[in-house]
């Protein structure tokens, strides 16, 4: 049995998983255990890609797409199951393997990318921004913000913010990675406690405005709310706090729609524009022997009302 | 008025308009520039509010009043609501500060129409152009335009925007006549003919030697129909949705089942929709756009309505038992997709698996298909439904929701919710 110790993280993997397969020790061979030491992880550079000791293996490139999100993953069987995979799809021979979503290994495989996915999908979606200053000499806004995923996918999901806000300089904190972006280059510093960052926003009781005001309580469905945003997020979403009272006045709401009493149509006012399509529906006198149709065929024939 | 008072006003006002999309834009970022947007990726939903609704987009009209009298509409020149305007900077204000704060990933300008056509039109444009040519805004922008608008500020909008949408409302100018007196539907499907012409142009895979690039446009157009407003029936609203899907290639039509709204108007019916119509309705139209499902088999002049209980796919499969059973180791794609309980996707994952094996039931348990589904109207080498001894009755039966147990207690009678007090006007229970 070989004992590979290594720092959690895809690129730490897939070094010593190259090593292995190029010594062709079958994935029962071989134990793994996530380094503790994670402090070393940014201490470290990252290593070269490829290691020169190990022979190429070809690999199908969507499944190092794959491994790379599964390694993000907390579950400490993944570099396990990881290293079947690649064994299976090389010298175990399985090259269709992937295409097995039935595969029970692949379909774990498979889980890990969709909570990944998610968990970076509920980032991107999630994350506030607060605006902290502007920076003297480039003049460029300064914004900070604080999220806390569930997983290790502050690297997987920064270059979304990289492309989305270019233009302004951001930080985001989490309680295990910072992401940083400068309009030059992205870089990441260790994680920082929650009181490192700044908790709220001049611009929040605009935002809070305008999801009070989109609700419409008419249709409460607070399953379908929380299924997309579940509670775990509340705590750093500004809007949040809103929505206790929003159910609650909703029924209330409604009733009171009900109880106003309708309101006749009023006679249209005398305006321009009003007229000239009124003459514009005016119905072409009809030629002899057809009628005017209504509905999607009919063509310009309406009358007036 | 400040803007956030406006804001209250002209958000309300925009809530009735159920188009959240902001995918299927062209790539493009603020890689390069001083500004800030993206678009390209899937969409985002950046938060939801307690009604279910995502909200991605910056949602609001440029003003609430209105020239037209549309029934259903709050904004209607008959009701009395408060009236509000923005200025274009004002959006373009809300909408920056919005995004650099990432509530939002775009903006949905619309706008009550005020003077003319045209002139309204010029204002919607107006913030567009303000937020690409002066922010360098490349986040997403969705214009409703109005179909009387020149076709040249209808070109104008679309060089800016990512989407362009012209809602039709309902789907007979006999409906609209009632409810909608100034909307024509004949001049919406002129108008949507133009968009449907812009867009092919600029995205045509093949141009003419030497021909220059059209100027850009958005991507694609929308439009949104509200149900149970009026008496059309299912079969005529998706029957719409269809010919707008084929003849101008919309990408989505949205339905939006109609919802009380301060200041009823008498034309209005008294009782809203259950909102599982419109559910179904999705679903129906989910059918029509990635099942290959024609519109008869789902909904027909002898049945024009989608059955409530059920969903419409099995509610076919449930009238055409003679289909099945399809063997999911032999039918081709388009019988698989005709089973109910499996999706796109998981058609494609049975296709790609059984070019190395044979699936058996444990297989499908693995993909979590919903067996108690699936196995009526499935084939696998270990099963067959006819030991299932069921037949149409009973086979309905089993997918029926479960009959509401009636409970006798002493407690205080439920809280009553928002659907309990929709019947309340007609005296429905």
Redesign the interface.
């Known amino acids: 049995m070989r004992s590979v110790v290594i720092k959690p993280e895809y690129h730490a993997w897939r070094t010593a998983a190259r090593q292995l397969l190029g010594q062709g020790l079958a994935p029962q061979e071989v134990l793994w255990t996530d380094d503790p030491q994670e402090a070393s992880l940014f201490a470290e550079p990252e290593p070269e890609p490829a290691s020169a000791t190990a022979p190429a293996v070809k690999v199908p490139t969507a499944f190092l797409d794959l491994a790379r999100r599964a390694a993000a993953h907390t579950d400490p069987q993944r570099w396990a199951l990881l290293y079947r995979l690649l064994w299976r799809l090389t010298l175990g021979g399985e090259r269709?393997l992937l295409?097995?979503?039935?595969?029970?290994e692949v379909?774990q495989l498979q889980d890990w990318n969709k909570s990944i996915g998610r968990d970076i999908?509920k980032m991107?979606?999630?994350?506030?921004?607060?605006?902290v200053g502007v920076d003297a000499a480039t003049h460029r806004?300064q914004?900070v913000?604080w999220f806390e995923p569930d997983f290790r996918i502050v690297r997987l999901a920064a270059p979304?913010f990289?492309?989305?806000?270019?233009?302004?300089d951001w930080s985001i904190l989490t309680p295990y990675e910072c992401a940083h972006w400068d309009g030059q280059q992205l870089h990441f510093t260790p994680g920082v406690p929650r009181s490192q960052a700044p908790d709220g926003?001049v611009?929040d009781?605009?935002?809070r405005?305008?999801?009070?005001?989109?609700?419409?309580?008419?249709?409460?469905?607070?399953?379908?709310?929380q299924s997309?945003?579940p509670k775990k997020y509340w705590k750093n979403?500004p809007?949040a706090p809103l929505?206790a009272d929003?159910?609650a006045e909703?029924?209330g709401r409604?009733?009171?729609?009900?109880d106003?009493p309708?309101?006749?149509?009023?006679p249209?006012?005398h305006?321009?524009?009003?007229q000239s399509?009124r003459a514009?529906?005016q119905p072409p006198p009809p030629p002899p022997g057809e009628g005017t149709g209504?509905?999607?065929e009919?063509?310009?024939g309406?009358?007036a009302? | 008025m400040d803007?956030?008072r406006k804001?209250?006003?002209l958000?309300?006002a925009?809530?009735?308009d159920a188009s959240c999309a902001s995918s299927g834009a062209a790539r493009k970022?603020?890689?390069?520039?001083?500004?800030?947007?993206?678009t390209g990726?899937?969409g985002?939903?950046?938060?939801?509010?307690?009604?279910?609704?995502?909200?991605s987009l910056?949602?609001v009209l440029m003003t609430n009043a209105c020239?037209y009298?549309c029934?259903y509409c709050i904004n209607r020149?008959?009701?009395?609501v408060a009236r509000a305007r923005f200025t274009p900077a004002e959006v373009v204000q809300?909408t920056l500060?919005?995004y650099?704060?990432?509530?939002i990933e775009g903006l949905f300008l619309s706008s009550g129409?005020i003077?003319?056509?045209d002139h309204t039109m010029e204002l919607v444009i107006e913030v567009a152009r303000l937020l690409r040519e002066e922010h360098?805004f490349r986040?997403y922008i969705h214009l409703k335009t109005i179909p009387?608008a020149s076709p040249s500020l209808i070109a104008l909008a679309g060089r800016y925007a990512d989407r362009i949408s012209i809602n039709v409302e309902l789907?007979?100018?006999?409906s609209l006549?009632t409810l909608a007196?100034?909307k024509?539907?004949?001049?919406t499907?002129i108008a949507m003919e133009h968009i449907r012409e812009k867009i092919d142009e600029r995205y045509a895979e093949k141009r003419p030697p030497g021909a220059p690039k059209p100027p850009p446009f958005a991507t694609g157009q929308s439009t949104q129909m509200l149900v149970g407003a009026d008496a059309s029936t299912d079969a005529?609203i998706l029957?719409?949705a269809n010919?707008l899907y084929t003849a101008h290639r919309l990408r989505r039509v949205y339905y939006s089942?109609f919802?009380?709204?301060?200041?009823?108007?008498?034309?209005?019916p008294l009782k809203?929709p259950p909102?599982i119509r419109e559910h179904r309705l999705y679903q129906a139209d989910w059918l029509l756009r990635f099942y290959d499902f024609k519109v008869e088999e789902i909904a027909n002049p002898s049945a024009p309505h989608l059955d409530l209980a059920l969903d419409p796919k099995l509610s076919w499969a449930l009238r055409n038992r003679e289909s099945f059973p399809i063997d999911v180791n032999q039918a081709p794609r388009e019988r698989l997709l005709r089973i109910p309980g499996l999706g796109v996707r998981n058609v494609e994952?049975i296709l790609?698996?059984r070019?190395?094996?044979r699936?058996r039931l444990t297989?499908?348990v693995?993909?979590r298909l919903q067996m108690k589904k699936l196995l009526p109207f499935i084939l696998t080498d270990d099963h067959h439904p006819a030991k299932l001894g069921l037949d149409s009755d009973s086979l309905r039966a089993r997918f029926l929701p479960p009959p509401q147990q009636l409970e006798l207690t002493f407690d205080s009678p439920p809280?009553?919710?928002?659907s309990d007090?929709?019947s309340?006007?007609s005296g429905e229970l």
């Open positions: 269709h295409s097995l979503a039935t595969d029970p379909r999908h991107h979606a999630f994350v506030r921004f607060r605006k806004e914004f913000a979304f990289e492309k989305r806000f270019a233009g302004m926003d611009l009781d605009l935002w405005t305008y999801y009070k005001n989109i609700f419409n309580p008419a249709r409460v469905k607070i399953n379908a709310m997309e945003m979403l809007e929505i929003l159910i909703s029924a409604v009733q009171s729609m009900l106003t309708e309101r006749p149509a009023l249209a006012p305006n321009a524009y009003l399509l514009r529906d209504s509905g999607l009919s063509s310009e309406r009358t009302s | 803007v956030a804001l209250e006003i958000a309300d925009a809530k009735y970022d603020s890689r390069g520039s001083a500004g800030v947007g993206s990726g899937a985002i939903c950046h938060s939801y509010t307690p009604d279910g609704r995502c909200v910056l949602k020239l009298d029934h020149r008959s009701s009395n809300l500060d919005f650099k704060r990432n509530y129409i003077r003319s056509a360098h986040g009387e789907p007979s100018q006999q006549d007196p100034e024509n539907l004949a001049r499907e005529s029957g719409c010919k089942a919802s009380p709204i301060p200041q009823p108007s008498s034309l209005l809203a909102l994952r790609s698996a070019r190395f094996t699936l297989d499908l693995r993909l809280t009553p919710g928002p007090f929709l309340v006007r």
